[in-house]
T-cell receptor
Framework: GAGVSQTPSNKVTEKGKYVELRCDPISGHTALYWYRQSLGQGPEFLIYFQGTGAADDSGLPNDRFFAVRPEGSVSTLKIQRTERGDSAMYLC????????????FGAGSRLTVL | GEDVEQSLFLSVREGDSSVINCTYTDSSSTYLYWYKQEPGAGLQLLTYIFSNMDMKQDQRLTVLLNKKDKHLSLRIADTQTGDSAIYFCAEYNRGGGNKLTFGTGTQLKVEL
């Protein structure tokens, strides 16, 4: 596609529920990143994919968070047993593999846990 | 560890220059970036500088890097109301896991 697409743009859920957030990167971009941005803060790294594999998942806060990219394109961030502290904007970005920090971001998925 | 700091808020008059400052701690950073975030939109890359450069100019934008003091600045000449946004600096270390580490962001408000 022309840009990075994230769905849903807005998700409201109840504490304890399971949530999936989807990212559709720019076609041909092999690198895909998930970041989390809380209100008034900068984006915090969660996980980085190179192709289908998670090259660095050191930013995932705990084992309730998991992400996949089975075919090396679309990625899904999965959050189990959501907590109120998970409320944030979840940002996805993609990049050609050799462009370092030159990322194209999506508009984000705002998650609110009640 | 990596830590990137910015002042939270800057207010300027339209037509003046804006200078947004950033300090970082990772001396092995290879590239430093400036991203812009407008309300309701994703982050947009503005410009970046390689760590062996002192200055980079791109139209109204000038990036200055003081590697000794680990200080980065973004100057916007002739600031316009459309420049109102949050500006993030970010550092990238090629040996540090291929990820950007962002600062807390500086909200720029341009007044008429």
């Amino acid at each position: 596609g022309a840009g990075v697409s994230q769905t849903p743009s807005n998700k409201v859920t109840e504490k304890g529920k399971y949530v999936e957030l989807r990212c559709d990167p720019i076609s041909g971009h092999t690198a895909l990143y998930w970041y989390r941005q809380s209100l008034g803060q900068g984006p915090e790294f969660l996980i980085y994919f190179q192709g289908t594999g998670a090259a660095d998942d050191s930013g995932l806060p705990n084992d309730r968070f998991f992400a996949v990219r089975p075919e090396g394109s679309v990625s899904t961030l999965k959050i189990q047993r959501t907590e109120r502290g998970d409320s944030a904007m979840y940002l996805c970005a993609s990049s050609p593999s050799d462009r370092g920090g030159v990322l194209t971001f999506g508009a984000g998925s705002r998650l609110t846990v009640l | 560890g990596e830590d990137v700091e910015q002042s939270l808020f800057l207010s300027v008059r339209e037509g003046d220059s804006s200078v947004i400052n950033c300090t970082y701690t990772d001396s092995s950073s290879t590239y430093l970036y400036w991203y812009k975030q407008e309300p309701g939109a994703g982050l947009q890359l503005l410009t970046y500088i390689f760590s062996n450069m002192d200055m980079k100019q791109d139209q109204r934008l000038t990036v200055l890097l003081n590697k000794k003091d680990k200080h980065l600045s973004l100057r916007i000449a002739d600031t316009q109301t459309g420049d109102s946004a949050i500006y993030f600096c970010a550092e990238y270390n090629r040996g540090g896991g291929n990820k950007l580490t962002f600062g807390t962001g500086t909200q720029l408000k341009v007044e008429l």
